[in-house]
């Protein structure tokens, strides 16, 4: 640990989740425990918005497995939710749009809180899929 608490070491952990509308709360208090054992607790409001409209999507828009993916090194806490669909997420509308529906906000909300964010194929566990991430610098 630095002198701030933060862990400097990497680590990485991962979550798997049933196709479950209450895995999304799971995913948040996992991942709020996470980080506050891991002196990230200043990052936990943000990080829950976004593990929270990843995993939701996963659970929302597809009928296999999830998981909840989340990594710490060189300073940058990486967020994924993997599903089991190949497909690529639907591009997120502008916020400003996002603001007046009543689904389809949360890549506009990822795209706008986290530093970096994007998709890739994944295959877990024998099963093809993706994972969607996003990253949250510390500094």
Known sequence: ????????DPWEYCLS??????????SRR???LILT????????????????????????HTKGPAALRV???????????WDADPAPP????????AVDLEEGRGL???RACADLWGW????????????VWCELATA
């Open 37 to 60: 054992l891991h002196g990230l607790v200043r990052r936990a409001d943000v990080a829950e918005l976004l593990a929270a409209e990843l995993v939701s999507n996963a659970v929302r």
């Open 108 to 110: 506009a909300l990822v």
């Open 17 to 26: 989740i049933p196709n479950d509308p209450r895995a999304v709360t799971v």
């Open 1 to 8: 640990m630095s002198e701030t608490g933060i862990t400097t």
């Open 30 to 32: 996992t991942l709020r």
């Open 120 to 131: 890739q194929p994944l295959a877990r566990e024998g099963n093809r899929g993706k994972v």
């Open 71 to 81: 990594r710490w090194s060189a300073g940058v806490l990486r967020i994924g939710a």
């Open 90 to 97: 639907e591009p997120p509308v502008p916020l400003e749009q």
